[in-house]
């Protein structure tokens, strides 16, 4: 079986931080091919602007077609996406655009990634999180039935700032990114 994961990193937070690393280590153990999109140098201070977020997205998302035109989705049998923030928006408008279907495990999800976001796959996000709002979050999983799984208090890092607790939260998302790995590559074998 031929599986491929891309990983969408957010801004200032690459494809070694916990989150993405870890889940890295985990779809490698499916078997999984795993690519890093790469946005090139993206504006700053975009948090809480929506004109340099927009932009910020169109410029990574123009990046990322071009850097994964190379790759036929359509030959693998599994396609998963993993992605941190912005590049929630950016792994499902890349998805819905190219029509893959693909599995998606979105970390942290900014609110203006709902806008492209289907019904497949599963959010984590702490209430502590100053990039989106609780409530907007959980609505708009509600809305597609897509199973979400809140932290108390941890930030869009899904951090707390003790170290201790922190370690335990990772483990915690890293169970269930590994229960939906598991359960969506073995879906239709």
């Known amino acids: 079986m031929k599986k491929i994961a891309v990983v969408f990193p957010g801004v200032g937070y690459h494809a070694d931080k916990p989150l993405l690393y870890y ?13 890093c999109a790469d946005y090139g140098q993206l504006p700053s201070g975009i948090k809480g602007d929506a004109k340099k ?61 709902f806008q492209a976001i289907g019904t497949e ?18 609505s ?15 930030n869009h890092s899904m951090e707390t700032g003790e170290t201790l607790r922190d370690l335990e939260i990772m483990r915690e998302i890293m169970e269930k990114t590994e229960d939906y790995i598991r359960e969506f590559s073995e879906r239709n074998e």
């Not at 912005?86 to 693909?102: H, K, P, Q, V």
């Not at 708009?140 to 941890?154: D, F, V």
Request: overall charge negative; some cysteine; charged content about 20%.
């Open 140 to 154: 708009e999983c509600e809305k597609r039935k897509i199973p979400l799984y809140l932290t108390e208090h941890a």
């Open 53 to 113: 977020m927009y932009a910020a997205y169109e410029q990574a998302l123009e990046k990322i077609t071009g850097q994964l035109s190379g790759i036929d989705f359509g030959s693998y049998d599994k396609v998963l996406f993993l992605s941190k923030s912005i590049g929630t928006a950016l792994a499902a408008s890349y998805d819905a655009i190219n029509r893959i279907g693909a599995g998606h495990v979105y970390y942290t999800p900014v609110e203006a990634s």
């Open 121 to 138: 796959g599963i959010v984590f996000h702490g209430t502590g999180d100053d990039w989106a709002k609780t409530e907007v979050i959980v």
């Open 23 to 35: 889940s890295r280590k985990i779809v490698g153990r499916y078997g999984y091919e795993i690519v």
